[in-house]
């Protein structure tokens, strides 16, 4: 009989999630450049079945990246917020302590990693937002008409919620193990940009510290955004709806 022991003083502590759905041009890439930096970074691409063949570029990677890089196989392509909600459950499950959120399409500089995750592990936040708008609005290649729609977005969630984060919409963010225990994961409602949002809410709401680090954002130069109409007005109007829902729930759980 066999026995296996896991020594977890030898696991890493950092994890950075990044959902994938067709991110073929992108995949290779953005994982080998986190796979570099230091201190070192494990990755678990949660990917949606895409058709492209994004999970067999992740499992070929696996062979080189023993015990680093992970993958979470889902049946279908269910929203931003239940992929990242999955891939906070793996992580927990296995013991990571700073758990990361970023899109594989290079839109977030993987070099700000070791920033968020300063901002957590010696500021003491609970939670660190990659901002684009906490120095001004720092946004490369997108066209004006979106800058002004993202950053009156944020403007928009502030007056609404009281939270005084700047960038509210942010997808790069850090989160302490102990955060994500407080929040009821399984009462997270939305899944797409909303859930950024409703993420930071339900993190304010139970006081946890929450502190923007600058950073640049830069647009996709391959493969194709995921951002459409529904999900605006899931936004637009989620943010209304937080609200109300927290006037009648303790914590705003």
Not at 12 to 38: D, F, G, H, W
Not at 140 to 149: D, L, T
Request: charged residues 25%; glycine residues 6%.
């Amino acid at each position: 009989m066999h026995r296996f022991y896991i020594n977890f003083f030898d696991l890493s502590n950092y994890i950075v999630i990044i959902p994938t759905y067709n991110e073929r041009e992108n995949a290779e890439a953005i994982i080998r450049k986190v796979m570099s930096l230091q201190p070192a970074f494990d990755v678990l691409i949660v990917d949606d079945n895409s058709p492209d063949g994004t999970a067999d570029i992740v499992k070929h990677l696996q062979k080189e990246f023993t015990d680093r890089l992970h993958i979470l196989e889902r049946t279908e392509k269910n929203g931003l917020g239940t992929a990242y909600i999955a891939g906070f459950k793996w992580c927990l499950a296995r013991h990571y302590q700073y758990i990361f959120e970023m899109d594989a399409d290079f839109s977030h500089n993987p070099e700000d990693l070791p920033r968020l995750l300063h901002a957590c592990e010696t500021e003491g936040a609970g939670l660190a937002v990659g901002s684009r708008y906490i120095t001004g609005v720092n946004v490369v290649n997108w066209p004006m008409s979106r800058v002004i729609m993202s950053y009156y977005a944020s403007v928009y969630v502030r007056f609404i919620t009281g939270m005084t984060i700047r960038d509210a919409t942010a997808g790069f963010v850090c989160y302490t193990r102990q955060t994500l225990e407080a929040i009821n994961l399984d009462k997270i409602k939305f899944k797409g940009y909303a859930f950024q949002i409703e993420m930071k809410f339900k993190a304010f709401l139970k006081h946890i510290k929450i502190l923007e680090v600058p950073i640049i954002f830069t647009d996709r130069t391959l493969g194709t955004s995921k951002m459409s109409k529904k999900i605006f007005r899931e936004a637009f109007f989620g943010v209304i709806e937080l609200k109300i829902n927290s006037w009648f729930r303790k914590n705003g759980a």
